[in-house]
């Protein structure tokens, strides 16, 4: 019998305030990526950017001082890590775990729980939510997910249409605002076929379905290509782990 994870009631009143004061002020200045990547509150994290390219990611995003971030499935942390000192003080960064996915990651979500409000992240919070919402106290500058969209589809999920995610985000999101999608590429052509065995999804799939709920697509980047996966072998064989290719795709909202 699974365990119930406790509702991660941390979204600190101060800080949302604050988020949500930013929503009507004029763009920050850009996030110096250079600095984030060296703060010494995510030195356990430095070993891991050559290989995750975290703040070229960032980067490519174009996140800025005082933006608010929906970290969708935060996972250990490494991106709110980035996020909460890229966007700094002015900024927010909402961790969101939709439940079917907490009650698999009950590890996760205590961890996060514990880095969300500490004294290096303040400007953190965390919450769990049904599958089928996405929300948070104020309007975001940026919804980011990472190698997580593929599990919408399926059955441990709800499972949850992902037109139901992609309006979620859409709502979320202020105009002009940017959702960004990492995933693990599967075979051209596979649609959701891989989702469940693979961990995988084909790229065009989540394009066509991320810009029938409005976004517009803007680019892509190729930090985390590998043309040395042939999208056959699931993610977390050893032979794989850690370098699948992975596309990195940059919708915006109109407006």
């Known amino acids: 019998?699974?365990?119930?994870?406790?509702?991660?009631?941390?979204?600190?009143?101060?800080?949302?305030i604050m988020a949500a004061?930013?929503?009507?002020?004029?763009?920050?200045?850009?996030?110096?990526m250079k600095a984030v990547a060296a703060d010494p509150?995510?030195?356990a994290d430095v070993a891991s950017d050559a290989r995750r390219h975290g703040p070229e990611i960032l980067a490519f995003a174009g996140l800025r001082q005082g933006d608010v971030v929906i970290d969708l499935i935060p996972g250990g942390g490494y991106w709110t890590r980035l996020f909460a000192k890229a966007v700094g003080p002015a900024g927010h960064v909402y961790g969101i775990w939709p439940k079917p996915y907490?009650?698999?990651?009950k590890t996760d979500v205590e961890t996060y729980g514990k880095l969300a409000g500490s004294a290096d992240f303040p400007n953190v919070s965390a919450a769990i939510e049904p599958a089928t919402e996405l929300a948070a106290p104020a309007k975001a500058d940026l919804v980011f997910t990472a190698q997580n969209y593929h599990d919408y589809p399926d059955k441990f999920m709800g499972p949850v249409d992902p037109a139901v995610l992609n309006k979620a985000a859409f709502d979320a999101l202020k105009p002009g605002g940017i959702y960004l999608i990492i995933d693990h590429a599967a075979a051209s052509g596979s649609g959701l076929r891989d989702t469940d065995?693979?961990?995988?999804?084909?790229?065009?799939?989540?394009?066509?379905?991320?810009?029938a709920a409005g976004f517009t697509f803007v680019g892509e980047s190729k930090l985390l290509a590998n043309l040395a996966d042939d999208h056959s072998i699931i993610v977390f064989d050893k032979a794989i782990r850690g370098k699948t290719d992975q596309f990195i795709y940059?919708?915006?909202?109109?407006?």
């Open 250 to 255: 940059k919708f915006k909202k109109p407006g």
């Open 41 to 43: 509150a995510r030195a």
């Open 197 to 211: 065995t693979l961990h995988r999804i084909d790229p065009a799939i989540v394009k066509q379905q991320v810009t």
């Open 102 to 105: 907490a009650m698999e990651a």
């Open 21 to 32: 004061c930013s929503a009507s002020s004029p763009p920050g200045k850009p996030a110096d």
């Open 1 to 16: 019998m699974r365990p119930k994870p406790q509702l991660l009631a941390i979204l600190l009143t101060g800080a949302a």
